[in-house]
Each structure stands twice: as structure tokens, then as C-alpha cells.
């Protein structure tokens, strides 16, 4: 395959066809490349497909159409915007270069949204500062919701995490004609995203697409077994009043399955019921379980961590003292892990409270486990957590879920930050975290001022106005959940 250079518009010829980008500051973009046949009629709900190759030039100079078909960013943090259309299975590649074979660093980025929304297409993950500094940046869409997740009797299990890996395998076929090395990839991904490379690195299928993971604020449903996701099917089937099959699905309007999603997903149904899921056969175990107690991603390089208060900006209303009380009850929490957290979290409103007590038990004690149960077998992994809290109007002092990504991908600029993390976000922070972000995907390792996680030390990177390594700053975390052996149950 040959790059075909021009003034402005650089063809690159991949596996199945030429696409032309556009030449920007820092390296070219290219836009809306389809991996996969659009998933439609018979698609719906099977594997991917290879892409049809095409023979004519096709431009690749804006975004393709997105899973998401809602724009929800008045409702969340990082705008995502809703491309209509058909063709769904594409990414971006973002490169410095497009010669081919110079063998550059790779990040396939994998957005978040709870796997219901999300878009590639968001301003969040431009890929201009990564190709500053030498690194080809990759971000991928895939199937949400009920087209993704929801286990269906006539359809593979986990279709949106055979999409992500039809990305990768894309990749790995395609990514040297756009200066990117394919033995030099590392997967990264926030929320949802985080949870999909936590997920990937549970799933056999994968092995041998990725060197490295980067898991920011990773989300993954709990219970995972397939027992749940058959539950939800069967809510589903009681909702309708008719079988829930991908054949009597295939043909509702996006709108109808949206409906049928929300019913899915309604208030008293489980977090993340519509997710990856353990089926046995892609993901043979629990992904918790995979990571901490099985042999799962072993010898994979593994950056992790976590915002002090993910989900604080949002306190669950009408919350009162017995509600809170009644909320750690559920979660397992006995007299002295009670006391503990009061301690730790002194003067919260009780429904300040709960919502860092969601924080903790959904990203952060989680995320502590991966990181202690690796550290102990001596896998390579580097804990962080990003403290610097936001200046925002009603934010302030919250270091809420999403707001380390503009530092990550060095985007303080990008629409949507200011009312997220107020006017003039500290830039000597975001030098900070994009180089150790950029130096993890280059060297697969972070810097020196950030060593490995280990038992004995438990060093994890702080990130605040001043960045810094401490010894076992999350010891209080431990105390409140019990360890791994109480983090990892479902």
C-alpha cells in the first residue's frame, strides 16, 4: 500500500480501498473509515464484516455516522455529537504522518457513554496534540445499547466487543500505510471505555491486537455472569409481551429500539444492564475475576486509575440519613467500614455521601483491586488519581467523572471544557498528564517520577496542581471496602 501525498488532501490506499484526509497543525486526519459493513437488515445483529472494498477515492474528511442517535451533551460532561446514517463501524485515524512504515507508537482510543451513548466524533478526542509528539491516535465506534449488549437467542453474544476487536484487527492490517506500527499498539478508553479494555484484556480473541491498555475511570458491569444478561431479556420479553429475538428486532426504527431501550435500562433495573457480559465463549469469565484472580492480561503493561469524585457532581436527591445508612447496608459495608468512610468523607450531605459512595464502589475500590491483585503477582501496572477539582459554576472542587480527559489528550481549549472545568484549566497539569500518558504509549512506561505499583509501596501518581508520587495515599479506600477479596465479589 502507498501514501499519495498532496498539498492539503493525503491519500493513503488501505486494505480495501484509497481515502483522502486533510492535512492539519500538528499531522493529518482521516475520518469516518468504514472497518466493517454498515450494520443493517441482516447485520443488525451479527458479527462484523469485512468492509466492501471500494476502487474510487474516498474522502475521509469528515466524521461517518455514530451508534449514538441521540446528542446528549446537554446532559453530559464531554459533547458527543449524532451523526446520522447507516455506516456505524468506522473510525479515525489521526497520524503525524502518513508515510508508510515509520513505525510510530499507536493509541486506539475507545470512548465511553455507559455502552448506551457515547461518540468518536466528540471534540474530547482529537488527536492533533498526540501527533505533537509522535504518536498515531486511532478512536473507533461500535454498537451501543441493544444492537451491542442485549443477549439475544439468534445472535452472538457481545457484538459490540467484536466490533472493538474488528477495529483492532483493522489495525492491524492497516495502520503501517498511515506511519503507525502495529506491534507498537496500546489500547485506552474512559468510563464505558475504560471498561472495554479492561474487557478486552479478558478476552482470549483479542490477545496478540495490543502491547498495552490504558483503562481511565473504568466502568464494568457487576453481576457479569450470563444468568444476568439473560435477565435482562427476560424484562424485556415481559415489557413487550412478545419473544425479544434479534429477528423481531431487526426491523424497528432506531426510535422504537431506543423506546425498547429505555424500558431496558429504567430506573430500578441494574447499572450497566445493557454491557459486556461473561457468555462463556468471547469472555469466558467475569472480567473482575479474569483481572484479579485468573491469569487475564498477565503480561500486558497496565495504566489505571480513577477522579476523586466521579460521580459527586450529581447528589441522588431526596437522600436522608436512613437512605444513606440503608445504602451501605446494601453495599456490604459493616460498623467499623462505616465509620471508616464518615471518617474519610467528614461533613458530606448524606446525599453527598451516597454519591461518593457510588464513586467508590462502581470506579474506584474496583480499580484499587485491579491494581493490588496485578501488584502482587508482579504484573506491570501504575495507579493514578486525578484530584485537581474543577472551577466551574457548581462544580467547583470536584474532580467529577470525565474531567481528566482534556489534560489526557492536552484538548484544554476544546469545546465543552470551560463549563465543565471553568475558565483557564492549569496547562503545566496537562503537560504533565499527556506526557506520561504519551510516554506510557512510546516506552510503555509513564516516567520516572511515576514508578510501578507494588505491595510494598503502593505508589500512585497524584494528579493536582502539583503533580506528585505518593506511598499508599488510597490506604483509607482500603480500610472502608475491605481489600480485593471484598472488591472483586459480584
Known amino acids: 500500500m502507498t501514501t499519495i501525498a498532496t498539498s492539503s488532501q493525503p491519500v493513503v490506499h488501505t486494505h480495501t480501498g484509497p481515502v483522502r484526509g486533510e492535512r492539519r497543525t500538528h499531522g493529518t486526519r482521516f475520518l469516518g473509515i468504514p472497518y466493517a459493513q454498515p450494520p443493517v437488515g441482516p447485520l443488525r445483529f451479527a458479527a462484523p464484516v469485512p468492509p466492501e472494498p471500494w476502487t474510487r477515492l474516498r474522502d475521509a474528511t469528515a466524521y461517518g455516522p455514530t451508534?449514538?442517535?441521540?446528542?446528549?451533551?446537554?446532559?453530559?460532561?464531554?459533547?458527543?455529537?449524532?451523526?446520522?446514517?447507516?455506516?456505524?463501524?468506522?473510525?479515525?485515524?489521526?497520524?503525524?504522518?502518513?508515510?508508510?512504515?515509520?513505525?510510530?507508537?499507536?493509541?486506539?482510543?475507545?470512548?465511553?457513554?455507559?455502552?448506551?451513548?457515547?461518540?468518536?466524533?466528540?471534540?474530547?478526542?482529537?488527536?492533533?496534540?498526540?501527533n505533537r509528539d509522535g504518536v498515531v491516535l486511532v478512536s473507533i465506534g461500535y454498537r451501543l445499547g441493544i444492537e451491542?449488549?442485549?443477549?439475544?437467542?439468534d445472535a452472538p453474544d457481545n457484538r459490540g466487543v467484536l466490533d472493538w476487536i474488528a477495529a483492532l484487527e483493522w489495525v492491524q492490517r492497516n495502520i503501517a500505510s498511515f506511519g503507525g506500527d502495529p506491534g507498537q499498539v496500546t489500547i485506552a478508553g474512559q468510563s464505558a471505555g475504560g471498561g472495554a479494555v479492561q474487557t478486552l484484556l479478558a478476552t482470549p480473541a483479542a490477545r496478540g491486537l495490543f502491547r498495552a491498555a490504558i483503562s481511565a475511570s473504568g466502568a464494568v458491569m457487576r453481576p457479569q455472569d450470563r444468568e444476568t444478561a439473560e435477565a435482562v431479556t427476560r424484562r424485556l420479553a415481559e415489557h413487550t409481551g412478545a419473544p425479544v429475538t434479534?429477528?423481531?428486532?431487526?426491523?424497528?426504527?432506531?426510535?422504537e429500539l431506543l423506546d425498547l431501550q429505555d424500558a431496558a435500562t429504567a430506573p430500578g433495573?441494574?447499572?450497566?444492564?445493557?454491557?459486556?457480559?461473561?457468555?462463556?465463549?468471547?469472555?469466558?469469565?467475569?472480567?473482575?475475576?479474569?483481572?484479579?484472580?485468573?491469569?487475564?492480561?498477565?503480561?500486558?503493561?497496565?495504566?489505571?486509575?480513577?477522579?476523586?469524585?466521579?460521580?459527586?457532581?450529581?447528589?441522588q436527591?431526596?437522600?436522608?440519613t436512613e437512605t444513606l445508612h440503608a445504602t451501605f447496608a446494601a453495599l456490604g459495608l459493616d460498623e467499623t467500614a462505616v465509620r471508616?468512610?464518615?471518617?474519610?468523607?467528614?461533613?458530606?450531605?448524606?446525599?453527598?455521601?451516597?454519591?461518593?459512595?457510588?464513586?467508590?464502589?462502581?470506579?474506584?475500590?474496583?480499580?484499587?483491586?485491579?491494581?493490588?491483585?496485578?501488584?502482587?503477582?508482579?504484573?506491570?501496572?501504575?495507579?493514578?488519581?486525578?484530584?485537581?477539582?474543577?472551577?466551574?459554576?457548581?462544580?467547583?472542587?470536584?474532580?467529577?467523572?470525565?474531567?481528566?480527559?482534556?489534560?489526557?489528550?492536552?484538548?484544554?481549549?476544546?469545546?465543552?471544557?470551560?463549563?465543565?472545568?471553568?475558565?483557564?484549566?492549569?496547562?503545566?497539569?496537562?503537560?504533565?498528564?499527556?506526557?506520561?500518558w504519551t510516554a506510557f504509549v512510546r516506552d510503555l512506561d509513564p516516567g520516572a517520577d511515576w514508578?510501578?505499583?507494588?505491595?510494598?509501596?503502593?505508589?500512585?501518581?497524584?494528579?493536582?496542581?502539583?503533580?506528585?508520587?505518593?506511598?499508599?495515599?488510597?490506604?483509607?479506600?482500603?480500610?472502608?471496602?475491605?481489600?480485593p477479596e471484598h472488591l472483586t465479589k459480584d
Open 67 to 130: 451508534a449514538q442517535r441521540r446528542r446528549l451533551f446537554e446532559v453530559t460532561t464531554i459533547p458527543e455529537p449524532s451523526i446520522p446514517g447507516e455506516g456505524t463501524l468506522n473510525l479515525n485515524v489521526f497520524t503525524p504522518d502518513p508515510a508508510p512504515d515509520a513505525s510510530r507508537p499507536v493509541l486506539v482510543w475507545i470512548h465511553g457513554g455507559g455502552f448506551l451513548a457515547g461518540s468518536a466524533a466528540s471534540p474530547w478526542y482529537d488527536g492533533d496534540a498526540f
Open 148 to 153: 451491542g449488549f442485549l443477549h439475544l437467542p
Open 246 to 255: 434479534a429477528a423481531a428486532l431487526e426491523k424497528l426504527s432506531d426510535a
Open 269 to 315: 433495573t441494574p447499572m450497566l444492564a445493557l454491557a459486556p457480559f461473561a457468555d462463556g465463549l468471547l469472555v469466558p469469565e467475569p472480567v473482575p475475576d479474569a483481572l484479579t484472580t485468573g491469569d487475564a492480561g498477565a503480561d500486558i503493561p497496565l495504566m489505571l486509575g480513577f477522579t476523586a469524585h466521579e460521580f459527586n457532581a450529581a447528589p
Open 317 to 320: 436527591p431526596g437522600a436522608t
Open 340 to 436: 471508616a468512610f464518615t471518617e474519610t468523607y467528614d461533613g458530606g450531605t448524606p446525599g453527598e455521601l451516597q454519591s461518593q459512595a457510588l464513586t467508590d464502589v462502581v470506579f474506584r475500590a474496583p480499580g484499587l483491586a485491579v491494581a493490588e491483585a496485578r501488584a502482587r503477582r508482579a504484573r506491570p501496572t501504575w495507579l493514578y488519581e486525578f484530584r485537581l477539582g474543577s472551577t466551574a459554576p457548581g462544580l467547583t472542587g470536584l474532580a467529577h467523572h470525565c474531567v481528566d480527559l482534556p489534560f489526557a489528550f492536552d484538548l484544554l481549549d476544546a469545546e465543552g471544557v470551560t463549563p465543565a472545568l471553568g475558565d483557564q484549566p492549569p496547562q503545566h497539569v496537562a503537560d504533565a498528564v499527556h506526557a506520561a
Open 451 to 483: 514508578p510501578a505499583y507494588t505491595p510494598e509501596r503502593r505508589e500512585t501518581r497524584i494528579w493536582d496542581a502539583a503533580p506528585r508520587t505518593e506511598s499508599d495515599p488510597l490506604h483509607r479506600l482500603r480500610a472502608i471496602w475491605g481489600g
